[in-house]
C-alpha cells in the first residue's frame, strides 16, 4: 500500500510555477520522502528527497511541513517538457524497508501553453 | 554518463515462447531492481540484487519468472514459458546502495501474443 495521497492530476501554465502536494500523515522518523516522475514512454526519473528539512536542486524544491505530515514539490517555471505523473514516495532510510520503492498513482500534471 | 541499458526496448512474441529481458545498470552501482508496469496495477517491484546476491524475490509473480545477475554490469529476467497476461513494461533500475536514489532504464515493452 502507498502511504501517501496525490491529486490525481493538475494543471500548470507554462512558465508559472507548479506546486505538487502530497500527504503523508503515518510518515515515520525512519522515512524519507522521494519525489518521481515518469514522462510518457519512458522510465521513472529521480527528482529529489528529503527528511525534514526543506531540499532544492537543479530541477525542483522540496517543502516539508514541520510535522512532516505533508510535503509540497515546486517546479520554479514549469515548461511544456514537465508534462508527466509525479509520484511522491515515503522510503526507510535504513533497514529492510530502504530498497522499496513503492509507487501509488501519482499526479498527472499537465502544463499548458 | 551512460544510464541504465535495458534490450530489447520491445518485445512481441506468442504465448508459450521464452522471453529474456537484459539491463546494464550504472557502473559503480550496486544494488539492481527489476520493476514491472501495468496500467491495472501500476509499478510493482519483482526483484531486488545488492552486489548480484537476490536479496528479495517476493514480489517475482510465479516460478515461470527467474532472474539472475552474474555479474556487476549485467542481469537478466527470463519468462519462460511466456502467457498473454505477462504483457507489460519492465523496468530495470540501479543504485550505489539499496537506500540511495534509483536510476531507471527506458523498460521493454513486451507483448505476449
Not at chain 1, 21 to 50: F, K, L, M
Request: proline share 6%.
Amino acid at each position: 500500500d502507498a502511504k501517501t495521497t496525490q491529486p490525481p492530476s493538475m494543471d500548470c501554465a507554462e512558465g508559472r510555477a507548479a506546486n505538487l502536494p502530497c500527504n503523508h500523515s503515518t510518515i515515520s522518523g525512519n522515512e524519507y520522502v522521494y519525489w518521481y516522475r515518469q514522462i510518457h514512454s519512458q522510465g521513472p526519473q529521480y527528482i529529489i528527497h528529503g527528511l525534514k528539512n526543506n531540499e532544492t536542486n537543479e530541477m525542483a524544491s522540496l517543502i516539508i511541513t514541520e510535522d512532516r505530515k505533508s510535503s509540497t514539490l515546486i517546479l520554479p517555471h514549469a515548461t511544456l517538457r514537465d508534462t508527466a505523473v509525479y509520484y511522491c514516495i515515503v522510503r526507510e532510510r535504513s533497514g529492510a524497508g530502504s530498497y522499496q520503492l513503492t509507487f501509488g498513482k501519482g499526479t498527472k500534471l499537465s502544463v499548458i501553453p | 554518463d551512460a544510464g541504465v541499458i535495458q534490450s530489447p526496448r520491445h518485445e512481441v512474441t506468442e504465448m508459450g515462447q521464452e522471453v529474456t529481458l537484459r539491463c546494464k545498470p550504472i557502473s559503480g552501482h550496486n544494488s539492481l531492481f527489476w520493476y514491472r508496469q501495468t496500467m491495472m496495477r501500476g509499478l510493482e517491484l519483482l526483484i531486488y540484487f545488492n552486489n548480484n546476491v537476490p536479496i528479495d524475490d517476493s514480489g517475482m509473480p510465479e516460478d515461470r519468472f527467474s532472474a539472475k545477475m552474474p555479474n556487476a554490469s549485467f542481469s537478466t529476467l527470463k519468462i519462460q514459458p511466456s502467457e498473454p497476461r505477462d504483457s507489460a513494461v519492465y523496468f530495470c533500475a540501479s543504485s550505489t546502495d539499496r537506500g540511495q536514489p534509483q536510476h531507471f532504464g527506458d523498460g521493454t515493452r513486451l507483448s505476449i501474443l
